[in-house]
C-alpha cells in the first residue's frame, strides 16, 4: 500500500525559510519521480518542483532560485527547502509519486504536469505573514 506523509509546513515571517518532508512507503522510493505541489486558498493545485530518480530537478518559475527540492534515497524522503518565503507562498503544499518505473528522460512539461503524479500526500499548511 503506497504511502505519503507531509510534514514541516507552519506559520513563517516574510524572508524566513521552512523545510518540508515527505515520507514515504509502500514502494522502491529510489525508482521513481517525486514532486511538490501547492494550493493557495480560491485557487487550483499548481507545480512548485520535482526530482527524477537520477536527482534531475525542475522548478516553477515562481519558486526558482528560492526553493530546492532534494531527496533522501536511504531513508525514503523528499524535501523541499523553501527560503526568502513571501505571503504569496502560503498554500497547502502537497508531494506526489510518479508511479512510472525510472522515469529519467522525459521533456519537462511531463514532470511538471499534474496528471504524471499517481500518488498524493495529504497535504502541509505553509503560511507566510507579511
Known amino acids: 500500500d503506497v504511502q505519503l506523509q507531509a510534514s514541516g509546513g507552519g506559520l513563517v515571517q516574510a524572508g524566513g525559510s521552512l523545510r518540508l518532508s515527505c515520507t514515504f512507503s509502500g514502494f522502491t522510493f529510489d525508482d521513481y519521480s517525486i514532486g511538490w505541489y501547492r494550493q493557495a486558498p480560491g485557487k487550483g493545485r499548481e507545480f512548485a518542483a520535482a526530482?527524477?530518480?537520477?536527482?534531475?530537478?525542475y522548478y516553477a518559475d515562481s519558486v526558482k532560485g528560492r526553493f530546492t527540492i532534494s531527496r533522501d534515497n536511504a531513508n525514503d524522503t523528499l524535501y523541499l527547502q523553501m527560503s526568502s518565503l513571501q505571503p504569496e507562498d502560503t498554500a497547502i503544499y502537497f508531494c506526489?509519486?510518479?508511479?512510472?518505473?525510472?522515469?529519467?528522460?522525459?521533456?519537462?512539461?511531463?514532470?511538471?504536469?499534474?496528471?504524471?503524479?499517481?500518488?498524493w500526500g495529504q497535504g502541509t499548511q505553509v503560511t507566510v505573514s507579511s
Open positions: 506526489a509519486l510518479d508511479a512510472t518505473f525510472r522515469s529519467n528522460w522525459k521533456t519537462a512539461g511531463y514532470y511538471t504536469s499534474s496528471t504524471t503524479y499517481d500518488y
Open positions: 526530482i527524477t530518480p537520477s536527482a534531475r530537478t
